[in-house]
């Protein structure tokens, strides 16, 4: 797994490692029983503070992903979850836009340009 962090992000340090975490997992990439490295391994590689991998470790484990066992690490608990429904997906897109003012041709407009550039998020 490819652990990065971008600090120019708006997300927290914190949760760009937990996302990277939960995407790994939805992905199959990590699977049930498979352990973490040592936050202070991870930390060290990141060039991120000791706390804040220990605090994306701690927010997994409240969520249920991954147990903090000592002597063992962090070890994913999670299964990988159902894939969401692309259409409630879109229609919730569709109510958020539409409750934002945005009208939908520019929704599409908006859509269409970011699948033109690569974006996934």
């Known amino acids: 797994m490819l652990w990065q962090v971008d ?11 937990a996302s990277s975490v939960r995407r790994a997992v939805a992905e199959g990439e ?6 973490l490295p040592p936050a ?3 930390a060290a590689s990141l060039e991120v503070n000791l706390h804040t991998v220990l605090k994306a470790y701690q ?3 409240d969520e249920g992903c991954l147990e903090l066992r ?17 259409g409630e997906l879109i229609s919730e897109l569709v109510r958020s ?8 041709m520019q929704l599409m407009a908006l859509l269409v340009e970011r699948m033109g550039n690569g974006h996934e998020n």
């Not at 600090?7 to 490692?17: M, R, V």
């Open 7 to 17: 600090p120019t992000d708006a997300a927290p340090l914190y949760e760009q490692i």
């Open 30 to 35: 990590l699977t049930d029983g498979e352990r």
């Open 40 to 42: 202070k391994h991870l």
């Open 59 to 61: 927010v997994l484990r």
């Open 70 to 86: 000592r002597g063992r690490g962090a070890v994913i608990i999670a299964k990988k979850p159902d894939a969401p429904d692309i």
């Open 97 to 104: 836009a539409r409750a934002m003012g945005i009208p939908d």
